[in-house]
């Protein structure tokens, strides 16, 4: 296993790749790794001849300062599972290979930029949308992977694809979780264990409310009920529960088992802020 961390290093492996006719998939990280990452990475190796891992800790998606600074890092044992797991390249650039200068582009996405994380994150998927940009570019994929966890980012990256014409295609890969129904995410690692048992509310919304609306039920009384969980627990704050479009983000007031749906929720448990998602009608 190969550690790039100059873009210029690859460039010589890239054009022996495509010479031989081998196809790149990129797995775009910010590290702390899970199996839910590995799950891209096998996807990538089954999908692919070659595959490339980047671990960047993007700086301009964070809205929040102390949420950057307190993001897990457990590079050593990251670069241990991807060389078990077979992926033959790890891009590891610094903030000044990806940020040689500071970024003047803003990109809108549209009404993206205003529902449930663009609403509570301002700015992040401006971040986002610059960061995987310059990953396409200096790495120039086919495939680039990555988890239905992040809903929307997966939306955000599609429209980028799109408007830019990148040439590559993505994959979505769906959500690991662990045995108990909990989204495998990095931040799950700041969870403490009175904390990590509640973070479970999440999932068991999403099963309940998945449940009440193929029984029938009222969305927006179902939405209800589901906040007034959260309100019975001073330790988890919720900031979205919504049934929505899973392409355009459409907020949806009334449930249709004919259109494309999905719940997406995000909530504090503590001061760690969790997302998650669960495809109702695909």
């Given at each position: 296993?190969?550690?790039i961390?100059q873009?210029?290093?690859?460039?010589?492996?890239?054009?022996?790749?495509?010479?031989?006719?081998?196809?790149?998939?990129?797995?775009?990280?910010?590290?702390?790794?899970?199996?839910?990452?590995?799950?891209?990475v096998?996807?990538s190796?089954?999908?692919?001849g070659?595959?490339?891992v980047?671990i960047?800790?993007?700086?301009?998606?964070?809205?929040?300062?102390?949420?950057?600074?307190?993001?897990?890092n457990?590079?050593?044992?990251?670069?241990?599972?991807?060389e078990?797991?077979?992926?033959?390249?790890?891009?590891?650039?610094?903030?000044?290979?990806?940020?040689?200068?500071?970024?003047?582009?803003?990109f809108?996405?549209?009404?993206?930029?205003?529902?449930?994380?663009?609403?509570?994150?301002?700015?992040?998927?401006?971040?986002?949308g610059?960061?995987?940009?310059?990953?396409?570019?200096l790495?120039r994929?086919?495939?680039?992977?990555?988890?239905?966890?992040?809903?929307?980012?997966?939306?955000?990256?599609?429209?980028?694809?799109?408007?830019?014409?990148?040439?590559?295609?993505?994959?979505?890969?769906?959500?690991?979780?662990?045995?108990?129904?909990?989204?495998?995410?990095?931040?799950?690692?700041?969870?403490?264990?009175e904390?990590?048992?509640?973070?479970?509310?999440?999932?068991?919304?999403?099963?309940?409310?998945?449940?009440?609306?193929?029984?029938?039920?009222?969305w927006?009384?179902?939405?209800r009920?589901?906040?007034?969980?959260?309100?019975?627990?001073?330790?988890?704050?919720l900031?979205?529960?919504?049934?929505?479009?899973?392409?355009?983000?459409?907020?949806?007031?009334?449930?249709?088992?004919?259109?494309?749906?999905?719940?997406?929720?995000a909530?504090?448990?503590g001061?760690?802020?969790?997302?998650?998602?669960?495809?109702?009608?695909?």
């Open positions: 296993m190969k550690l961390r873009s210029a290093e690859w460039n010589p492996f890239w054009l022996n790749h495509l010479r031989n006719n081998q196809q790149i998939g990129l797995v775009p990280t910010m590290g702390a790794l899970h199996d839910g990452h590995l799950d891209l096998s996807k190796r089954s999908s692919c070659v595959t490339i980047s960047f800790v993007n700086p301009t998606q964070f809205n929040n300062l102390e949420d950057f600074q307190k993001y897990p457990t590079l050593d044992q990251d670069l241990k599972r991807l078990q797991a077979g992926v033959e390249y790890v891009f590891l650039p610094s903030v000044e290979e990806i940020y040689p200068t500071p970024t003047q582009l803003k809108d996405f549209g009404e993206l930029e205003h529902v449930l994380e663009g609403k509570f994150r301002p700015g992040h998927f401006n971040g986002v610059v960061v995987v940009s310059k990953l396409f570019h790495i994929p086919h495939i680039a992977f990555f988890g239905q966890k992040d809903l929307q980012q997966v939306a955000i990256i599609k429209r980028l694809v799109n408007d830019l014409s990148f040439d590559l295609k993505l994959e979505v890969v769906p959500t690991r979780r662990e045995s108990d129904g909990l989204a495998m995410s990095s931040r799950n690692l700041r969870l403490n264990k904390d990590r048992e509640k973070a479970l509310i999440l999932f068991n919304c999403l099963t309940t409310a998945k449940a009440e609306l193929f029984a029938g039920k009222n927006l009384e179902t939405q009920k589901i906040e007034l969980e959260f309100q019975s627990d001073p330790t988890a704050k900031e979205y529960f919504d049934l929505i479009h899973p392409d355009t983000f459409e907020t949806y007031t009334t449930f249709d088992p004919s259109q494309k749906s999905s719940i997406c929720v909530a504090f448990i001061d760690i802020r969790l997302i998650d998602n669960m495809p109702i009608i695909s």
